[in-house]
């Protein structure tokens, strides 16, 4: 059991009474860290969760964004780490119907599905089989239920073998006039059970996610991995959406972590109401359940619906025709309290607000001793970094992940996995940016510009693609919260993330915390995924690769002296060490806005391609844009503009915030540039689109075929 002496004894007194085993079981998951956030909510308020078009913030299946007069963008994101570490296809899997769900259950059709993944090198062999499986898991489901998997991220260290991170996002649309909540708003209406039925798997999910991993996990903690079936979700989602548009749908949420105990006592204590629910009445996979073993599955593929009693039996009629199992198993009460009967008799009755709202800790953060030293180390040609750079597999090409993913399915993919950001068309007109990003390093060597830095990343990514950042979702992906050097970094980094996310009115309106990611001593890396949607006109795209011969190369931003953190040093060192970059935020929102500037005002379409800078600095953001292009350049080195006399390493290897590579058509340079200084950004023309090699100052020349031979195919060997 979770539950700690002192929440035992503040149950004893809220309810005047020793719980029994059942409730003592529900009671414990709902006090787990993954239900109830009981370390984290106090930090969180530190985000903004609500501007001009927020629709819904934090506290349901989802956030709610508007995106059009008519439409509505829905998100969420979340972690299936721990089960993904014991049983990874079935894990990863899972999480994608849990967030898939999550989605419909707001109403919505999901239209895009991202991953953010992080393993231990590919050259250790649990590490790959984990890699392969998650990956495999995320392709079938998301393939076979027909949304697309349009983007992510994958990093590799050593810190994350054996733990690893897998976190999903998902995006829907929906009208705004049938957006539903999970709630049950109105006494005497009915809970209707949907779906899969309920088993054994799954049972301790959540308390099983609050607590490290050890070396007997893989055996002990199995039965707590849930088993997810994509074709009953395929017709779970349909029978769902042809529901909506048939029946006044009071409320629906849908089962995920913590089961019908979470499900039921949040959607009555949201309306300050109370719920009766018979066990008879819910169909089961197995015999000779327990109600203990009832209340805590987390089975999948199942729903709750809140309707009228005289809508019932329409509603049983659509599941019919669907053939899924359903059931009518309680009412709405206006009492307060959760009871749960057994042929009539309670069995157990607790409070719903106890049960959906459990007292917050107060945990103790203590920054860590020592600060991070400057860190020197011995010069490498800058070839030979550049191409050991490209080949690393954190810079390498992605392709032998997502070209296992469906990225086309639904027809709206305009810019598919591999640039910035993905682009998803909503009509004739508009679109919508996503994607999803993390720097782990940074974060762990100063929280607090890991997770500004985690955002401004995300945001320079639909920028890039000629977006307005709109909304944030993210998942915070930390180690035990009860050590105070752990919180510490949690607190710092959100207080970081915050200050990003409120200059740029962007709100953060869904996420979720992943704590306890440990295995025996050895604490994650701190990995806030952050997840940014933004909105745009379809006549704005751009996207990343050189275009045409001629075109003029500006760099937008100044770059410092950062090599702290770097990929560089990582994966040409093997050093993970130093200073992290710092944000300027206020320069980085007047670069950011100075971009939006040029594309949105490009009526002659001279801006050709925008990119962003981030892992690996300018010199791995020019090499991409030439392999994604197969076209050459020429760089003056000596025209970036920089803060301090730097060396070429430190100027292309820096991975400074707040910059941009934005390529306009011939002799339009100076306009571009005059006309972005004016905004008080940094910014100079640098060089030329052109030829079949990358020539930086003359000193360095590398054939662009060359640069694509040791950024392709990395991955591929290491799956073969």
């Avoid at 979702?473 to 980094?493: H, S």
């Avoid at 003056?636 to 390529?663: C, N, Q, W």
Wanted: with cysteine; hydrophobic share 40%.
């Amino acid at each position: 059991m979770a539950l700690t002496d002192a929440e035992l004894e503040y149950v004893k007194k809220e309810l005047g009474r020793e719980p029994n085993s059942l409730e003592y079981g529900m009671l414990d998951i709902m006090f787990s860290e993954h239900c109830s956030y009981k370390s984290s909510r106090p930090i969180l308020r530190l985000f903004p969760n609500e501007g001009e078009k927020v629709i819904l913030g934090p506290g349901d299946d989802a956030g709610i964004v508007e995106l059009t007069d008519e439409l509505a963008l829905v998100i969420g994101m979340e972690s299936h780490n721990h089960p993904s570490a014991i049983e990874p296809y079935g894990g990863a899997g899972t999480g994608i119907g849990g967030i898939i769900r999550d989605i419909i259950s707001m109403g919505a059709k999901p239209v895009a599905l991202l991953d953010s993944l992080r393993f231990g090198y590919l050259e250790d062999q649990k590490s790959r089989y984990l890699f392969e499986h998650v990956v495999k898991g995320i392709s079938d489901y998301g393939n076979r239920v027909g949304i697309p998997t349009v983007g992510g991220e994958v990093e590799f260290d050593d810190n994350f073998k054996s733990n690893p991170l897998v976190n999903v996002v998902c995006v829907g649309l929906v009208r705004k006039e049938e957006i539903v909540l999970g709630v049950a708003p109105n006494i005497g209406d009915v809970f209707v059970l949907m779906g899969g039925r309920t088993g054994r798997d799954g049972i301790h999910g959540v308390t099983f996610a609050s607590e490290e991993l050890t070396t007997k996990s893989e055996i002990e903690d199995r039965p707590a991995v849930q088993v997810g079936d994509p074709f009953t979700k395929k017709q779970v989602m349909e029978a769902t959406f042809e529901a909506l548009e048939k029946i006044d749908v009071q409320g629906l949420k849908d089962l995920g972590g913590g089961g019908l105990t979470c499900c039921i006592s949040e959607m009555a204590a949201k309306a300050e109401n109370g719920a009766v629910v018979e066990l008879t009445k819910i169909p089961l996979r197995e015999e000779g359940m327990t109600p203990y073993e009832i209340m805590l599955s987390e089975s999948q593929e199942r729903m709750v619906f809140v309707v009228r009693s005289e809508d019932v039996d329409a509603l049983m009629a659509i599941f019919d025709k669907y053939e899924l199992p359903a059931a009518a198993i309680g009412t709405v009460t206006d009492d307060g309290q959760f009871v749960m009967t057994q042929d009539g008799k309670v069995i157990s009755k607790l409070p719903c607000e106890l049960l959906a709202d459990p007292p917050s800790v107060e945990r103790e953060a203590l920054a860590p001793s020592s600060a991070p030293e400057v860190v020197e180390v011995p010069d490498v040609p800058f070839e030979d970094a550049l191409l050991k750079l490209l080949s690393s597999e954190n810079i390498a090409s992605k392709k032998w992940v997502y070209r296992q993913y469906d990225h086309e399915v639904q027809v709206r993919t305009v810019v598919k996995p591999g640039d910035d950001a993905a682009v998803m068309k909503v009509d004739d007109e508009k679109a919508f940016a996503i994607t999803s990003d993390c720097n782990s390093i940074h974060t762990k060597l100063d929280p607090y510009h890991g997770g500004a830095g985690s955002v401004a990343e995300a945001i320079r990514n639909v920028v890039s693609m000629g977006a307005e950042p709109i909304c944030i979702a993210d998942c915070l992906n930390f180690g035990n919260p009860e050590k105070p050097e752990v919180f510490w970094q949690f607190r710092e980094c959100v207080k970081g993330m915050s200050d990003i996310a409120n200059k740029f009115k962007t709100p953060v309106i869904s996420g979720n915390v992943s704590f306890y990611n440990e295995t025996e001593g050895v604490t994650v890396n701190p990995s806030p995924v952050v997840g940014v949607a933004g909105s745009m006109d379809l006549k704005d795209i751009r996207t990343s690769e050189f275009k045409t011969e001629g075109d003029e190369i500006i760099v937008i931003g100044k770059t410092q002296p950062e090599l702290g953190g770097s990929e560089y040093y990582r994966s040409v060192h093997g050093v993970v060490a130093g200073k992290a970059p710092k944000v300027h935020i206020d320069q980085e929102y007047s670069s950011a806005m100075a971009v939006l500037d040029l594309i949105r005002n490009d009526d002659e379409g001279n801006v050709t391609a925008v990119h962003d800078c981030s892992a690996g600095g300018l010199g791995i953001a020019l090499s991409e844009m030439a392999i994604s292009s197969g076209t050459g350049a020429f760089i003056d080195i000596s025209k970036v503009p920089v803060e301090a006399d730097m060396d070429i390493t430190e100027m292309l290897f820096s991975e400074s915030h707040g910059r941009y590579i934005v390529t306009v058509k011939a002799d339009t340079a100076d306009e571009v540039v005059n006309k972005i200084k004016s905004m008080n950004v940094e910014a100079a023309a640098v060089g030329k689109v052109g030829g079949s090699m990358l020539i930086l100052d003359e000193k360095v020349e590398i054939a662009v075929s060359k640069l694509e031979e040791y950024y392709s195919g990395v991955i591929e060997k290491f799956m073969a």
